[in-house]
């Protein structure tokens, strides 16, 4: 049975999603429809590439993902459809889909007349993606492009004593995440966030008492600092963009 994952913007309250699993299962009614987030703050591209960074190598070969964060719908840029490591991919041509790998394959999906100008995701993606999902073709969908959008995260600046990054993204659990990967800091390094020390770089959330911030190195491979059973966004008043500094000296 195919598999198509979805990852919008749309949140839950309205008739959004409803209406693409609607024309998802109409068209490819075999499919497993898999949520994997509908929260993406409004016109978010770059938390969209973030998720779906996260997500899609997770997923069986063959699995397709329908992406869609779209503020420049009904505007000139372009619908994608996409193949890398065994999977499909569809949705705008916004820099959403800079995490796949450069060997990736794009086409440019034709967008009928009759297609809403405000929900593509409805007329235009849904559609592609459920016809991958029954077995198309990536070359039967649209004409081969090679100039899409890319727009990679920005990556850590690094000395030999500190190396300092961003938070790339904030979970609901207000849980900033770094874009500073494990190899590049030690355990019990001193971390800080915007100026603001945080401690050690621990292992986990229970190495602190209730209440206190943490950095750690998250499941995705990063430097995340949080507050256990509380908020590092709300405790620190900072989210994505901010400095987190970790020092690569020798332990004193």
Known sequence: MPIITLLTDFGTADNYVAEVKGVLLSRAPTATLVDVSHEVPPGSVRAGQ????????????????????????GTERRALAAQAGGHRFVGPDNGLFTPLPEDARFVALPILR?????FHARDVFAPA??????GARLDELGTAVSDVVRAPLAAPRVSDTVVVGEVVY????????????????????????????????????????TGKLVAYVGSGGTV???VREGSA???LGVGVGALVAADRGRTR
């Open 129 to 134: 993606a459920a016809r991958l999902a029954a």
């Open 50 to 73: 973030y998720l779906l960074s996260r997500v899609w190598p997770r997923f069986p070969a063959g699995t397709v993902h329908l992406v869609v964060v779209d503020p420049g719908v």
């Open 170 to 209: 904030t979970d609901r659990f207000g849980t900033l995440i770094s874009n500073i990967p494990r190899e590049l800091v030690r355990s019990g390094a001193p971390i800080k966030v915007a100026d603001t020390g945080v401690g050690p770089l621990r292992r986990t959330f229970g190495d602190v008492a």
């Open 114 to 118: 009759d297609a809403s100008p405000t």
């Open 224 to 226: 995340e600092i949080a």
């Open 233 to 235: 966004a709300s405790v």
